[in-house]
């Protein structure tokens, strides 16, 4: 049995097929029953070598981005020539700047208007944090949400950008803190925690739990710790989680708490300072994390 362009073929018993796409042909592996022929290459027909030559000659645009204020389907009448170069006539000229008028009135509301303030404060922040185009899409998806709502009116659009952008990264477990969203977005923490605050309360979001594992690695690179000791403080991590330890617990606490832990029992000198100004914690939370978890791991000497 074959399945390809939502067709069944039953014309065999046997379930092993191969697709020809010199001949076009589905063949079946077991009896070399032809299956389906003259299949329809859904490829383009011209070949491409470099990037430059590939978007001259492609004739589809991108695809659809939520990150864009109209989604990437923005429709611009400019210029004084038709498709084929020619200048159009005084008629055509006036006819299209009418169109283009029109089509501009039409466009221009205030949703859009706020959309597009707030996606391009969007692409800013997500820059400055280096977060992925799948987290940027995320949060915009949040954002429209959050718009349809009602949520912004008498609020900071950049306020609610930012909650929505670490909302998205809470998702998609890209590590990165309040802090450090507050930072890059350059407002109070009082706006910013609000914003959150208020996403996740009326748009009914159930926020997944901090993963401290996500930041191990990120805390690590910042002090030079070696992967030996990363790994031990993945091993100490998965033991900690098992008791129950890190519930309720700040995740950078715990991390630089189990990374100077680690670097203790391979003797890697390692100043608590360095640790604690790597993960943006105190050097007090560190030791009472630390202590903790040498208590209740085993691990006091």
């Not at 039953?10 to 389906?36: F, P, R, W, Y």
């Not at 100490?236 to 989680?241: S, V």
């Not at 700040?250 to 708490?257: H, I, R, T």
Request: with cysteine.
């Amino acid at each position: 049995m074959f399945n390809i362009n939502n067709r069944n073929f039953i014309e065999c018993n046997h379930s092993n097929s191969v697709l020809d796409k010199t001949q076009g042909e589905a063949v079946c592996v077991d009896c070399g029953l032809v299956l389906s022929e003259e299949l329809i290459n859904q490829g383009p027909e011209w070949r491409a070598y470099t990037l430059e030559e590939y978007k001259t000659k492609k004739r589809t645009g991108n695809p659809i981005s939520y990150s864009r204020y109209d989604k990437g389907l923005h429709t611009s009448i400019i210029g004084f020539r038709d498709a084929s170069g020619n200048l159009l006539s005084s008629r055509q000229k006036r006819r299209a700047w009418r169109l283009r008028k029109w089509h501009l009135r039409a466009t221009k509301d205030s949703k859009n208007s706020n959309l597009l303030k707030a996606m391009n404060e969007l692409q800013l922040l997500s820059e400055k944090l280096h977060v992925s185009m799948a987290v940027q899409e995320k949060a915009a998806i949040i954002y429209r949400k959050a718009l349809e709502a009602n949520l912004v009116k008498g609020r900071t659009i950049a306020g609610i950008v930012a909650g929505s952008l670490y909302v998205a990264c809470r998702f998609t477990k890209t590590p990165k803190t309040l802090n450090e969203v507050i930072k890059a977005s350059m407002l109070s923490r009082r706006v910013v925690s609000m914003s959150y605050r208020l996403i996740v309360k009326e748009l009914k979001i159930k926020m997944p739990h901090h993963d401290p594992l996500a930041y191990i690695s990120k805390v690590a690179e910042k002090t030079g710790i070696s992967g030996e000791i990363q790994g031990i403080a993945v091993r100490l991590l998965h033991e900690a989680r098992h008791q129950k330890i890190i519930l309720g617990k700040d995740p950078l606490g715990m991390v630089s708490a189990l990374l100077y832990i680690a670097c203790q029992l391979k003797g890697q000198a390692t100043t608590q300072k360095e640790i604690a100004n790597a993960a943006g914690v105190t050097e007090v939370t560190l030791r009472n994390r630390k202590k903790e978890l040498e208590g209740k791991l085993g691990l006091k000497k």
